[in-house]
């Protein structure tokens, strides 16, 4: 499974109606408007790369009103109950 964050740019105009596009593409498992540089931060779930590269070049990035993306792609998952491990250094 690969997962990736698509940070985008949206048109002020179609910001409203973006997030119910994306969630209508197959992949995108959750959107969010975002604070900052970017407008909308949409999360992917695919099962393979080229599979992500299809989804960000022929759906989301052809969305009328996506002014531009950047993805960033997961190498790793940590979870809530994920996070003693990240500390474990293991030293007892």
Known sequence: MVTAFILMNVSRTHL????????AIDG????YSVAG????????RVRA???LNDLVTEHVAA???I?????????????KKDLGLLWDIGVD
């Open 67 to 79: 002014e531009n993306t950047e993805t960033l792609i997961s190498f790793k998952t940590f979870a």
């Open 49 to 51: 790369h080229e599979d």
């Open 28 to 31: 995108i498992a959750e959107v």
């Open 37 to 44: 540089p970017f407008d909308i931060v949409a999360i992917a």
């Open 16 to 23: 409203r109606s973006i997030a119910d596009d994306l969630l």
């Open 63 to 65: 969305l009328e009103g």
